[in-house]
């Protein structure tokens, strides 16, 4: 195939992802952790005070930062919850284009667009496309921050190392995670430069994140609450590594999890490994190759270190573009490969976004009745969401039929309160002298305390119960 039917191909692939994913999007919310705190907390922020969290175990992840939720929080209020889960859909495809940005950098345009087609085309982008969470935003902060990076180093130009540093205080501000990338960029500065002024420069930078560490100070006395020691333990599997167990997690992580990344990393280990070996004398010498390299190897020990996060595949995220443009470019070496290794390497990176496209078309197609107007919105949450894990839906309209709005409710057993659109109280954070009107049960018993009159509701298909109090 010509270069030019080539390009199309890769760059009509991109644009057919996007279009899957966008199906997704513009469908109802399903998204466990959506629904738990990342839509939740921006709605309570609007009758309980912007940016504060309510005591009790509940919703503890609201201690956390939370710069994508004041865009969720923004979105609520003067549009609905679909513009939040546009936002994050648009943040993947902004991280897209900053990965192709990138890799023209350093490849050929059609390998470029074949960087930001692996990244975007991954399994779990795909599925965070869908849904308001925020790793899709952190990973738009974090890759442009590196971009800057390159940048600062080929121009010599101090300023956008400041840009970096403040690009990666945005991702810090969106998830605690990024502090291993924001660890492994002062690595790199200290490593290029070796230029202490250089390091506090980028350190005064990442300090545009500080407020949200003073505000979980405040809240909880701990500036990284929710997390304590115990959580970043670090792994002594590293310590005493066995390559055998690295190769394991890395396979989970690409093939087996449950929304892997893509097999494309896995597969072509072994043509990473031959091409480093092969370049290792130039590799040092080439600072933007240096730069992949090393940020790549830095945050994945990074990750490996922290088992309390390792095996969710939505953590590396970030990383995956930087992975894609080292595939990108070693695929294209004709120096170290001949040309049927390149012909047949292309036609297994293509044929896999083909599959995984095809996936995710699949896993959308529930919202296609949606989006059709066959379906209305709440026979669609009555169907697709997961009332095991006690989410509140009102499925019959009762609650809307029958709560008043200066009548108060107790929520007890609820897990994901984002659907209550009544006033209420849930029980984690309650004070017990409180009067309510009403006492809400979901698959769960009646709290000590609490002496309900009658039962006046009772779903079986949502496991809730209302009582009169």
């Known amino acids: 195939m010509t270069d030019r039917f080539l390009t199309r191909l890769i760059f009509g692939l991109l644009i057919i992802s996007a279009l899957v994913n966008l199906i997704g999007a513009l469908g109802p919310e399903v998204g466990f952790d959506a629904l738990w705190y990342h839509l939740t907390l921006p709605k309570l922020w609007l009758t309980k005070g912007f940016l504060l969290n309510p005591p009790g175990d509940l919703l503890f992840p609201g201690l956390m930062p939370r710069l994508t939720e004041v865009f969720y929080y923004t979105a609520i209020k003067y549009g609905n919850y679909h513009v939040a889960k546009l936002l994050h859909y648009f943040f993947g495809l902004l991280s897209a284009l900053v990965t192709y940005k990138i890799a023209c950098k350093l490849t050929e345009k059609k390998m470029a667009i074949m960087a930001a ?135 989970k992580l690409n093939i087996a999890a449950q929304d892997p990344t893509t097999p494309i990393f896995f597969i072509f280990i072994p043509l990473v490994i031959i091409w480093i070996w092969q370049n290792r004398k130039s590799i040092s ?132 309160l984002f659907y209550i659109d009544f006033p209420y109280e849930h029980i984690s954070w309650a004070n017990q002298n409180e009067r309510f009107d009403y006492l809400l049960l979901q698959n769960s018993d009646i709290p000590p305390g609490y002496f309900p009159k009658d039962m006046i509701y009772n779903n079986s298909i949502t496991g809730i119960k209302l009582y009169r109090l």
């Open 117 to 251: 087609l692996i990244f975007y085309s991954s399994l779990v982008v795909g599925w965070l496309s869908i849904s308001a969470y925020v790793d899709l935003s952190r990973t738009f902060f974090e890759l442009l921050s590196f971009n800057y990076l390159i940048i600062w180093w080929q121009l010599k130009k101090d300023r956008y190392l400041v840009y970096s540093g403040l690009l990666m205080g945005l991702a810090i501000s969106t998830k605690y995670l990024s502090l291993i990338s924001a660890t492994a960029m002062l690595i790199i500065i200290l490593v290029l430069t070796k230029k202490v002024t250089k390091i506090v420069k980028y350190i005064a930078s990442l300090s545009i994140s500080l407020p949200w560490f003073i505000i979980a100070w405040k809240q909880s006395g701990n500036p990284l609450s929710p997390y304590n020691q115990a959580t970043f333990q670090t792994n002594l599997s590293l310590i005493k590594f066995s390559p055998l167990n690295f190769i394991t997690d890395i396979y």
């Open 285 to 416: 010498s080439n600072i933007p190759i240096f730069l992949l390299f090393a940020y790549s190897t830095l945050t994945i020990i990074g990750w490996y270190m922290i088992p309390s996060f390792s095996p969710e595949t939505r953590y590396v995220v970030p990383y995956i573009p930087i992975w894609a443009i080292l595939i990108s470019i070693i695929v294209q070496d004709k120096i170290i490969f001949s040309r049927q290794i390149l012909k047949y390497s292309l036609l297994i990176i293509i044929s896999l976004c083909i599959l995984q496209i095809s996936y995710r078309l699949y896993a959308n197609k529930k919202y296609i009745s949606f989006l059709l107007g066959k379906q209305t919105e709440q026979s669609f949450l009555t169907v697709n969401l997961p009332f095991q894990t006690n989410v509140f839906y009102d499925v019959d309209n009762y609650f809307k039929e029958n709560i008043q709005p200066n009548q108060r409710v107790l929520v007890v057993g609820t897990h994901n």
